[in-house]
């Protein structure tokens, strides 16, 4: 089985450090195996959730939840492009920290987490474009403006895919990872602009609706559906993560164990490594 | 780095010691790269604003010869429609610049609305705008309860915004409009 320790490694042998991982307080808690077997008992239950989330708020937003007074049902639209929008955002932070744990605690889930977190990451950055795009044709009166918010959006976007590159874009891959966090940190500067952009410049986007859950700028009828698709695509997005962080360390494992097992057959060429 | 197998004190300290000054470069890049946008967004300030306001437009020395975005709200009771080409006076409260409009208005347009315009300040002192945008604000309420506002005088829509939040958004159903 994958679990099974490498009986030929040597001391000497240079493995993935996920795969001789020393065992400080920190780096208990991220032993590549105790994750794989506390995730595997974790996924059909984040899955399920996911959707039992998703699900009924999608419905809730889209057929039951009132038209605007103004918008019409274009105004359902929110429903995918602010959750996109705070997913893109809060994403990135967590990028942030998974960065900051690989470069000062050399932590070993934290580059995989951060290397599988940017796809994803993109993928909701992308959708809050498009659907902000396909929002402001009919709203505005156009698909795009250059102004502080959309800008900044879309400079969000192109950290992510940066992310996403850099960080395959070296043969060794401890170097790209540690790229790609620099890269990540460096580009925290722009989730303030980000966020602040349409409270500090004038900008065609308007203000934040939901600043305060005690008097929104949005009736309770839409808030609610806006909250609760927001926890079920937050549910969707770390489900997404954990699912590719799984399947990375596994990739890995399969990766060192057919190296070993080669480097077994290459040192004892008559007796074949029983399977 | 990750491949100490070493357990020793002495190689514990060491690593703990190359933690801490591992945080403590990373704290001064923050530093630094923080510092560095905020003086770059600072020197950029009236560059990074999509649209100037009537006001900024009359406090202006002489008209500028090139082509700037003028936003603001449509002020009530201005619009006047011929065929295609359309007139109206976009307010910030303060002051108010008149506006000629030839082409299709989105769907948003009307009075009491935000609108930034694209165009060039003619000799006459108006504003011919090649281009109208709507800019709409950050409340959301399904058409009930903007009746129900408009009805009770908390809010005409051709005026302006909406009032704020907390005036008609508790989360109570008001008046039997929530649902």
């Known amino acids: 089985m994958l679990r099974q320790s490498q009986p030929n490694a040597g001391p000497n042998t240079p493995g993935h450090p996920l795969l001789t991982s020393p065992a400080p307080l920190l780096h208990r808690f991220a032993n590549p195996g105790r994750f794989l077997r506390a995730t595997a008992r974790i996924m059909p239950w984040a899955w399920g959730l996911s959707l039992a989330v998703l699900l009924p708020a999608a419905a809730w937003a889209l057929l039951v939840s009132p038209a605007d007074w103004q918008q019409g049902e274009t105004v359902r639209i929110m429903y995918v492009h602010v959750p996109m929008a705070w997913l893109a955002m809060a994403g990135y932070s967590g990028l942030a920290i998974a960065s900051i744990l690989a470069l000062v605690w050399k932590h070993p889930l934290a580059d995989l987490a951060a290397r599988e977190l940017s796809p994803v990451g993109a993928v909701a950055t992308a959708l809050c474009l498009a659907t902000g795009s396909l929002w402001g044709r009919p709203m505005w009166g156009t698909w795009w403006a250059w102004d502080a918010r959309m800008t900044s959006v879309l400079v969000l976007f192109f950290l992510w895919v940066g992310h996403a590159a850099l960080t395959r874009a070296f043969e060794d891959e401890e170097r790209g990872a540690r790229a790609g966090a620099i890269l990540a940190l460096v580009g925290v500067v722009n989730l303030p602009i980000v966020k602040f952009s349409v409270d500090w410049w004038n900008t065609l986007h308007q203000p934040a609706s939901v600043t305060r859950l005690a008097a929104p700028g949005m009736h309770v009828s839409m808030l609610g559906p806006l909250l609760a698709c927001a926890a079920g695509f937050s549910l969707l997005f770390a489900t997404l993560v954990l699912a590719r962080v799984r399947a990375a360390v596994m990739e890995r494992r399969v990766e060192a164990l057919e190296l070993a097992r080669a480097r077994a057959a290459d040192r004892a060429p008559a007796e074949a490594v029983p399977a | ?179």
């Open chain 2, 1 to 179: 780095m990750s491949a100490t197998t070493t357990t020793s004190r002495r190689g514990l300290g060491v690593a703990a010691s190359r933690r801490r000054r591992r945080m403590l470069v990373l704290l001064l890049c923050a530093l630094g790269i923080g510092a560095a946008a905020a003086l770059a967004l600072t020197a950029f300030r009236d560059n990074l604003v999509f649209f100037r306001s009537p006001s900024d437009i009359v406090s202006m020395a002489s008209p500028d010869e090139r082509a700037f975005r003028l936003g603001g709200l449509v002020e009530a009771g201005s619009v006047v429609r011929d065929g295609t080409e359309v007139r109206f006076r976009v307010t910030d409260g303060a002051n108010a610049v008149a506006v000629f409009y030839r082409g299709v208005l989105p769907d948003l347009f009307r009075e009491g609305q935000g609108v930034v315009t694209l165009g060039r300040m003619r000799p006459d002192g108006t504003f011919a705008a090649s281009e109208v945008l709507a800019r709409h604000d950050e409340t959301y309420m399904p058409p009930e309860v903007m009746d129900a506002l408009k009805r009770s005088g908390h809010w005409n829509p051709e005026q302006g915004a909406a009032p704020p939040a907390r005036e008609w958004n508790t989360l109570e159903p008001a008046g039997g409009t929530g649902r």
